[in-house]
């Protein structure tokens, strides 16, 4: 894999993360993105489909996109796993300063409505 992968995706905007369904369905989620080293992380509703659906199946596509979804890049296969308590605070640190006012108004938002723990994090690797 190209060293310059997670840092072009993580200096991005958006990344679209295509999960799968247990059936094999793909899944396509346009998501705000971090960099984390060597990888990427995501910050996500505790129980939303793309959780779930990471939990089930760690293997994922992902790759840049705009806000609606739609891919300005090749997708990359990657694998995505939930991250720990400290690691998740560390991404909403990282998502507040990417992101400025928006990123800490929806950061807010999230905890005012579902709580310190109504939120993962997600972190998505690539192949050496």
């Known amino acids: 894999m190209d060293k310059t992968v997670p840092a072009r995706l993580g200096a991005g905007k958006y990344l679209l993360v295509t999960s799968f369904r247990r059936n094999g369905t793909p899944v396509a989620t346009p998501v705000w993105v971090v960099r984390d080293g060597d990888a990427l992380g995501v910050w996500t509703v505790a129980d939303s489909g793309k959780a779930k659906r990471i939990r089930a199946r760690a293997d994922v596509l992902v790759g840049p996109c705009d806000v609606r979804g739609h891919p300005t890049g090749d997708q ?53």
């Open 76 to 128: 990359i296969p990657a694998t995505a796993e939930s991250t720990d308590a400290a690691t998740v605070a560390r991404y909403r640190q990282l998502l507040k300063r990417k992101y400025g006012v928006l990123g800490r108004l929806s950061l807010l938002g999230s905890r005012l409505r579902r709580g310190p723990d109504g939120t993962v994090g997600i972190r998505v690797t690539f192949d050496s």
